[in-house]
């Protein structure tokens, strides 16, 4: 098999990569394939955030791992906890679960049931602070 690229798509993949702080990615088959290491991903620091935080701002829940996405919540909006269970991401025989990273409403569910999730795909958005 012969692998081609164009600008456009080596773009899009840099885009992406940049966006969710991959810092390696390997594409195509075992004999055809392109590895690509990027630099250590920013990272926000203490020097970096602002001093205060946002009395409202939207999280973004994304899958830590690949699989079919099971939401757990029936209706929007929900008030959520910090590890409250929103979703589980099912990989074969394994099951994983997807975790509120913060105390906050879920106002939006951004993946649709049973749709398959990759590392760092946006499932829920949660709206935190008054």
Do not use: H, Y
Request: charged content about 20%; aromatic content about 6%; overall charge negative.
């Amino acid at each position: 098999m012969e692998m081609t690229s164009d600008l456009r798509t080596l773009e899009d993949i840099l885009a992406v990569s940049r966006k969710f702080g991959v810092t390696a990615l390997t594409f195509g088959l075992p004999d055809d394939r392109i590895e690509l290491r990027f630099a250590e991903a920013a990272c926000p620091t203490a020097e970096t955030l602002p001093a205060e935080i946002p009395a409202e701002a939207a999280v973004f829940v994304t899958a830590d791992t690949p699989g079919l996405f099971q939401p757990q919540i029936t209706e929007l909006p929900l008030t959520v906890s910090k590890g409250d269970i929103l979703a589980f991401l099912n990989a074969g025989p394994v099951r994983n679960t997807l975790t509120a990273p913060c105390d906050g409403t879920v106002t939006e569910q951004l993946a649709e049931t049973d749709s398959l999730l990759g590392w760092g795909s946006p499932a829920f958005k949660i709206t935190t602070g008054a």
